[in-house]
């Protein structure tokens, strides 16, 4: 179905009936997960979409003209101006804390979301569908996999030694072990009684697993280990 010239009531029912299961099946994601975007958020995302495609649709001028009209009309600015305001919801999802960054694949759903609220809206149903489907498996079924990629995790490590105790190299330490160590940062205390070197650690791990912390044990055997923070995560 393509955008009729006069949209009947039955028309906008089907399209507003398609929109607000396509909204739900992807906010339903979104939602299960704890994520900022849920359901109603992505419900009322998509159907914006959709009842200002149907409101162009209504009040588009076509007196004296054919559907061949619609190839010379400007029908662009309505929806660019849509997705230049979801923009800005999916820039605030987006939040960044030291190393890491959250909330790319929430702005992502708002905008594939947007995107197929046009589409059902305009009566482009089957495009509709079809973008749906397409993003229900990238969001449920692709995260399988994705879950499963070994990437890279980053993490600041803290030790301390004794002044006169000879440096350690975290570096060859580490290695057999698959992670990798680099000085960041070494102080002395005031009364010299301990250095403090800061270390960072990064290593390549599936997001399913739990980072292993085996290796703290051998760093324990050389120094003794303030403190270790995660300072890198996946992505939401």
């Avoid at 009947?8 to 975007?37: K, P, Q, S």
């Avoid at 980072?211 to 992505?235: G, H, I, M, Q, W």
Wanted: aromatic share 6%; glycine share 12%.
């Amino acid at each position: 179905m393509m955008m009729p010239l006069h949209p009947t009531w039955e028309d906008i029912f089907v399209r507003l009936v398609m929109t607000m299961v396509a909204g739900a099946l992807m906010g339903f994601n979104r939602g299960v997960r704890g994520h900022a975007a849920g359901l109603r958020t992505t419900i009322l995302v998509t159907l914006a979409a959709s009842v200002a495609m149907i409101q162009a649709n209504i009040l588009l001028s076509l007196g004296g003209k054919d559907s061949g009209s619609f190839a010379v009309m400007d029908l662009m600015r309505l929806p660019l101006g849509i997705l230049t305001g979801v923009g800005f919801l999916g820039g605030g999802a987006i939040l960044k804390k030291g190393g890491s960054i959250t909330g790319v694949t929430t702005a992502a759903t708002l905008w594939i979301a947007t995107v197929i609220g046009l589409c059902l809206g305009g009566g482009q149903l089957g495009l509709g569908a079809i973008a749906t489907g397409l993003g229900i498996l990238t969001l449920w079924a692709m995260e399988w996999i994705d879950l499963r990629i070994p990437r890279e995790h980053r993490a600041t490590l803290v030790v301390t030694t004794a002044p006169e105790a000879p440096t350690v190299d975290l570096g060859g330490l580490l290695g057999p072990t698959g992670y990798r160590a680099r000085v960041v940062q070494q102080n002395r205390s005031p009364n010299d009684e301990e250095i403090e070197t800061h270390f960072d650690i990064r290593w390549k791990q599936a997001a399913i697993e739990d980072p292993s912390l085996d290796f703290l044990a051998v760093v324990n055997k050389y120094c003794r280990t303030k403190s270790f923070e995660l300072v890198s995560e996946r992505d939401h």
